[in-house]
């Protein structure tokens, strides 16, 4: 019971995992588009985003999947710990997130769009964890990168906590939308997972209620 409450809850500074000064190493290129970087620096005229939205791997996929979106990569962000690894992530004691790094041209696909991805493939209502999937590693998250993503996040977030309600769900939206924290790259045996396993763990599922904004701007 410790262990599973520890891990349901935020850590302190104090108690955090110290992490380490040396990053894992980022692969020269996307699995699927081997001439696409998944780290900076991207074209200049693409934006970033990232979100978390339960176990990274199936995210990822919703997002390579997208068109307009040139490349992702999964990680950790949110958190205290530096360089965390992800035995260290899953431990409930570095305080991050799993999440999604997406590039994309904003002139092929918007932000809002990106983000009806995002609510519609997960269940943003469940806190500390994403169907089966239990700890502070799969809490439903939004990291924007600037004042004008923020103000697309808040408004979506807002929006589609009304489609819930009028769909008649009683839980409300526990998304936390914070200024994008530093994003560590999770070890390249995570990096398009799905890509390289295509059988594999996937547990996106989304709350069957359309996000009503996506097309917004």
Known sequence: MFLKKRNNEMPTAERALPGRDEAIPVPSGHFLYPDRPIAPPFPAHL????????????????????????????????????????????????????????????TVVTYAELLQVFFENHDPTQGMRQGNDVGTQYRSGIYPSSDAQREVAERVKRDYAAALKAAGHARAVTTEIIDAPTFFYAEEYHQQYLAKNPQGYCGIGGTGVSCPVGVAT
């Open 47 to 106: 934006e970033v985003g990232v979100i978390g939205m339960g176990c990274f791997w199936g995210a990822e996929r919703k997002f390579w999947q997208v068109e307009g979106v040139y490349t992702t990569a999964v990680g950790y962000a949110g958190g205290l710990t530096k360089n965390p690894s992800y035995k260290e992530v899953c431990t409930g004691m570095t305080g991050h997130n799993e999440v999604v790094l997406f590039a994309f041209d904003p």
